[in-house]
């Protein structure tokens, strides 16, 4: 089966940055995808990471080491409107999703 | 149409009734998915469609059936409801199936008494 984990809960504080953390046992490794879920509303895709190392995209960047099973999504210059939960999803063998519980940031004033 | 839609948004249901669960893009995406959403449990895998014609079973497919008849629609049934699929019901599709981006659909919002 596949194993994926994150925090439930994080807070911060608007302007600051925060990271969030998932880590993942899986069959096989073919992506992984992070997005982002605002309350009552459907998942909106963030990144999407295969190889191991850094991508920026303005003030999301996610990073990957393939080889600790490891990923992590970082939000810089925090903002309210950031306040959601983040999913962490990996594509196994089977070339389907499994997404982890997700990590609801609350980003206070 | 713009994207993926579903409805009902939202639907209180008796148990053992039958119920339809409806789904429709626009991208013309030839992998579509169906995945339920519970606390604490993330999204799991229901159903999915690599193409039009051909469907597959998920993480938890037992009391759910699908169809894809065309590109564009993927319904979700569920023949006789239980409490237990008391859940939020979301619709997503993909270019290709594999690793190419998903989209999700806003959701339905299903309780079973």
């Known amino acids: 089966g596949q194993n994926i984990d994150q925090p439930t809960e994080m807070t911060a504080t608007e302007g600051a940055i925060v990271q969030i953390n998932c880590t993942y046992q899986t069959s096989g490794f073919n992506g992984l995808f992070w997005y982002q879920q605002h309350a009552g509303e459907a998942p909106t895709f963030l990144s999407y990471n295969v190889l191991d190392g850094l991508e920026e995209k303005g003030r999301f960047s996610s990073f990957l080491s393939r080889s600790k099973g490891y990923s992590y999504l970082l939000l810089k210059e925090l903002q309210m409107k950031d306040s959601a939960s983040y999913l962490c999803?990996?594509?196994?063998?089977?070339?389907?999703?499994?997404f982890g519980a997700g990590t609801t940031v609350t980003v206070r004033a | 149409i713009a994207g993926i839609t579903q409805a009902p948004t939202s639907q209180i249901l008796a148990a053992g009734r039958r119920m339809t669960l409806r789904c429709t893009q626009d991208m013309r995406h030839n992998a579509m998915y169906w995945y339920r959403q519970d606390l604490g449990l993330g999204l799991r895998l229901i159903h999915y469609s690599n193409t039009a014609g051909t469907t597959g079973k998920g993480e938890v497919p037992d009391g759910y059936s699908v169809s894809r008849a065309n590109t564009d629609d993927f319904p979700l049934t569920l023949a006789s409801a239980v409490p237990s699929q008391t859940s939020v019901y979301f619709c997503a599709s993909s270019d290709a199936s594999g690793t190419d981006t998903q989209y999700f659909g806003p959701g339905t919002r299903l309780t079973v008494l």
């Open positions: 999803a990996v594509i196994g063998n089977d070339y389907k999703l499994s």
